[in-house]
């Protein structure tokens, strides 16, 4: 059975459908089990969900990011439990590096990755990418091995979704959101069956040009969500 340790920031949604995913009668029972939760955020976490899909409270845990021995925080967590993977379904801060050295992780990505991207950022810079080479693209929704450098890691699971033309930001993350959560489930699931086949980073720009248009994209994105703002 596939061990593994959840990282999240917010409510925890894509965590709750892991743990839903692996009780009886979801494609993850028998396969993969959550050992523990830790989050960043208190204020944004739900105890009581995440008890009412079989997890303990003394397997919630909370790191705080500003603080120095924040590196020492995860791994004194990890430690006790000794998972297969940590999971970053949400999880905003950079895993420091020394957690990564002594950890396997995966990460939940979909679009633009790097720096800042995240949340309707990565949406936002996707589409007006599209816009300004004026052609349409599918955004890759994938999960993947955790890096040293933001989204660098190659791809456990991939899966691709057209953006309609007359959709919001706001409505293509609503509508993608449950693709979310099947996707980290598929990889978590192709992982435990030893059934993945790993790959580099979906590329959204194809050429250097393209690559200078992207960075123009994300720069918009930052000043469309800023940090103050709510990112989802």
């Given at each position: 059975m596939l061990r593994i340790v959840n990282?999240?920031?917010?409510?925890?949604?894509?965590?709750?459908?892991?743990?839903?995913?692996?009780?009886?009668?979801?494609k993850l029972h028998g396969l993969v089990k959550t050992l523990a939760i830790?989050?960043?955020?208190l204020k944004t976490?739900?105890?009581?969900?995440?008890?009412?899909?079989?997890?303990?409270?003394?397997?919630?845990?909370?790191?705080?990011?500003?603080?120095e021995d924040f590196t020492n925080q995860i791994l004194e967590i990890l430690d006790k439990y000794k998972p297969d993977y940590f999971h970053q379904v949400g999880w905003m801060p950079l895993t420091p590096l020394e957690v990564i050295k002594r950890y396997r992780g995966l990460n939940q990505h979909l679009g633009p990755g790097g720096k800042w991207m995240y949340?309707?950022?990565?949406?936002?810079?996707?589409?007006r990418f599209c816009e300004m080479i004026r052609e349409t693209r599918p955004i890759p929704i994938f999960c993947q091995r955790v890096a040293p450098k933001y989204d660098e890691g190659n791809v456990?699971?991939?899966?691709?979704?057209?953006?309609l033309?007359?959709?919001?930001?706001?409505?293509?993350?609503?509508?993608?959101?449950?693709?979310?959560?099947?996707v980290q489930i598929e990889a978590l699931y192709r992982?435990?069956?030893?059934?993945?086949?790993?790959?580099?980073?979906?590329?959204?720009?194809?050429?250097p040009e393209e690559e200078r248009i992207l960075l123009?994209?994300?720069?918009?994105?930052?000043?469309?969500?800023?940090l103050k703002s709510k990112i989802g």
């Open positions: 990282f999240i920031s917010g409510d925890g949604s894509t965590n709750l459908a892991i743990l839903q995913a692996e009780n009886s009668g979801g830790i989050s960043d955020n976490l739900n105890i009581q969900k995440i008890r009412d899909e079989g997890v303990s409270t003394s397997d919630v845990w909370t790191v705080n990011p500003e603080k949340g309707k950022r990565r949406i936002y810079a996707h589409i456990i699971y991939v899966q691709y979704e057209d953006i033309s007359n959709e919001t930001v706001e409505e293509v993350a609503k509508r993608l959101l449950k693709i979310e959560y099947q992982l435990a069956t030893n059934s993945f086949e790993e790959r580099p980073v979906p590329k959204t720009a194809l050429n123009k994209a994300k720069k918009e994105a930052l000043n469309k969500y800023p």
